[in-house]
Each structure stands twice: as C-alpha cells, then as structure tokens.
C-alpha cells in the first residue's frame, strides 16, 4: 500500500524565502506525481504534474523535481509572496490508476 | 474549458436525513473520482469511475453511501442515512487519462449536525 509523507505539516517563512516543500512515498512504482495547492475551504489546484520518466517540471516560480529511486518529490519555491500562503499536497498515482494523497503542508508567508 | 463543478457548495444537514452531491467533470475526461477530505487530511479516494462503470469502490461505504454516472457524464454521489462523521468536503476529479494527471472541482462541505 503506497503511504505519502509530508513534514512538516506546517512552515512559516517570511516574504521573500526560497523554500523548498518535501514530500516522500513508499512505492516507486507510480505513474507520476502532481503537487496540489489548497486554500482554505476550496478546492485543490493543480500546480505541476511530472511523469514517471521525468526528473522535474517548472512553472514560473515553482519548480518541482521527483527521485523514484529514493522515493522523494521537492516542490521548490522561489522568492516566496504572501499570496503564497496555502496548503500543498503531494499525490501519487500508482499502477493501480490510484491517487494517493499526502496530508499536506500548510505554508504561511509573513510580509 | 470550464473545469469540474460540483453542486452543492455547502450542505448543512441533521444526522439520519439523506443527502446528495453532484459533479459534472470536464468534456471528455472518462475517467470521474469522487473523494472525502476531513479536517487536516488529505483527500482519500472513496470511488472511481471509467465511463460509466464503478472500477474502484473499495472504500466507499456501501452501507449508507451510494453513487451513480449515468450515460458515463454527471455523477451523483448519496448518503443515506447521514452521521455526524461524515462531515467533510466531498471532491469530484475528472481526468482523460492517468498521463493526463488529474482535475479537481472546489468541492462540496457537508456539516452533519
């Protein structure tokens, strides 16, 4: 059974931090990874998806890498705002076509 | 492209009463989710359809809870009769294809009092 770890659960950096978010799993035999973004009370958003083949994806300030071999995903974010401030979510989907979800890491930005 | 809405956005309901959930996933996404997200967890998957067929409904609780996707579009997801344990957000994905990765609507809160 594939488990989804995110530590810390919660992070607060001041405006203007590179910061990178971790996120470990226990089976490397997954599809691809997609990191998520969820403010309070809504739904999540897609951020960055990275396939199975792939080392890592960017977009705009973020930038997302996967190591299959050790089991781990860094989402890194760069020159971080306030507007920033949510929780990411780390997902998996694995050979079964099964999503599994980290608890998440909620991020505060201080201005 | 309009994303996955999901109707309602918040339900408040008595315990034992039933409710229901409805999400229309993007066109041309066969593949539909519904998941359960409580407080401070992340979500967990508790069906998945392919077109109009149930592929994963391992972890729905088929005692009080029931789905549908007819015609392999719109989905309804029931409760029946409803516990205070089932307060959540309820979120509907649609994706074309595992490759693809995966779109979420903004998810239905239910309040069970």
């Known amino acids: 059974k594939q488990e989804v770890t995110q530590i810390p659960a919660a992070l607060s950096v001041p405006e203007g931090e590179n910061l990178v978010l971790n996120c470990s799993f226990t089976d490397s035999a997954i599809y691809n990874l997609q990191w998520f973004r969820q403010d309070p009370g809504k739904g999540l958003t897609s951020l960055l998806l990275?396939?199975?083949?792939?080392r890592e994806q960017t977009s705009g300030r973020l930038n997302a890498s996967l190591d299959k071999s050790s089991g781990r995903s860094t989402l890194y974010i760069a020159a971080s705002q306030p507007g920033d401030s949510a929780t990411y979510l780390c997902a998996l989907t694995g050979a079964n076509s099964k999503l599994t979800f980290g608890k998440g890491i909620t991020l505060s930005v201080r201005p | 492209e309009a994303g996955v809405v999901q109707s309602p956005r918040y339900k408040i309901i008595e315990k034992k009463q039933p409710v229901a959930f409805w999400c229309n996933p993007i066109?041309?996404?066969?593949?539909l989710y519904w998941y359960r997200q409580n407080l401070g967890q992340g979500p967990e998957l508790l069906i998945r359809y392919e077109n109009e067929e149930a592929v994963d409904d391992s972890q729905l609780p088929k005692d009080r809870f029931s789905a549908e996707r007819l015609k392999g579009v719109d989905s309804t997801l029931k409760i029946q009769p409803a516990e205070l344990g089932d307060s959540a957000v309820y979120l509907c994905a649609s994706s074309p294809g595992t490759f693809y990765g995966y779109t979420f609507g903004s998810g239905t809160r239910l309040t069970v009092v």
């Open positions: 066109s041309g996404h066969n593949t």
């Open positions: 990275i396939q199975s083949s792939q």
